[in-house]
T-cell receptor
Framework: SQQGEEDPQALSIQEGENATMNCSYK?????LQWYRQNSGRGLVHLIL?????REKHSGRLRVTLDTSKKSSSLLITASRAADTASYFC????????????FGAGTRLFVKA | EAQVTQNPRYLITVTGKKLTVTCSQN?????MSWYRQDPGLGLRQIYY???????DKGDVPEGYKVSRKEKRNFPLILESPSPNQTSLYFC?????????????FGQGTRLTVV
């Protein structure tokens, strides 16, 4: 089952613009994470936000979490060509188990 | 250097021939997972392990087996591979259970079953 669903599926922007990706999930969660993947390689962790947090920053990244809407957004400011990658959200399902559930991802292409 | 190591990176095999993909981590993490990644479907969790000798099914466990005899190793076993198991596989480890702490991923194993 897909817990996280990213939107849009693909995004193309110019270098210097901001990129916003959204993630929606179905069940209540304890944590939500964002990961980045370069072209079929292993995923790299970007940021973790807990269910009692509403916003978190890390460098050019800003993540928000709205538990009432079961959604999160990842904002990358002043994007660079090197930000070209796929971005995934991942959640734990607060159902008593210990699964980690990833969405299908957003493919970001930043044009130089 | 903290890392998760998977082997092999690429594998082509025939239907029905048993294979094992190895995964090892050097961070003393308790939680380890296997995922498969298919186009348009993101990562789907196959199995996970909370600690030595403790494993549980993820969302797509059919056709796979795992074992966790040592904390650092978590091999993925395909007893009788089929073409629908052609995929990109990732092993990951984290300090604690799924989603609570950052996960570290291996570089992936691209498996083709013909």
């Amino acid at each position: 089952s897909q817990q996280g669903e990213e939107d849009p599926q693909a995004l193309s922007i110019q270098e210097g613009e901001n990129a916003t990706m959204n993630c929606s999930y179905k069940t209540s969660i304890n944590n939500l994470q964002w990961y980045r993947q370069n072209s079929g390689r292993g995923l790299v962790h970007l940021i973790l936000i807990r269910s009692n947090e509403r916003e978190k920053h890390s460098g050019r990244l800003r993540v928000t979490l709205d538990t009432s809407k079961k959604s999160s957004s990842l904002l990358i400011t002043a994007s660079r060509a090197a930000d070209t990658a796929s971005y995934f959200c991942a959640t734990d399902a607060d159902t008593g188990g210990f699964k980690t559930i990833f969405g299908a991802g957003t493919r970001l292409f930043v044009k130089a | 250097e903290a890392q998760v190591t998977q082997n092999p990176r690429y594998l082509i095999t025939v239907t029905g021939k048993k294979l094992t993909v190895t995964c090892s981590q050097n961070m003393n993490h308790e939680y380890m997972s296997w995922y498969r990644q298919d186009p348009g479907l993101g990562l789907r969790q196959i199995y996970y392990s909370m600690n030595v000798e403790v494993t549980d099914k993820g969302d797509v466990p059919e056709g796979y087996k795992v074992s966790r005899k040592e904390k650092r190793n978590f091999p993925l076993i395909l007893e009788s591979p089929s073409p629908n198991q052609t995929s990109l596989y990732f092993c990951a480890s984290s300090l604690s259970a799924g989603g609570q702490t950052e996960a570290f991923f291996g570089q992936g194993t691209r498996l083709t079953v013909v």
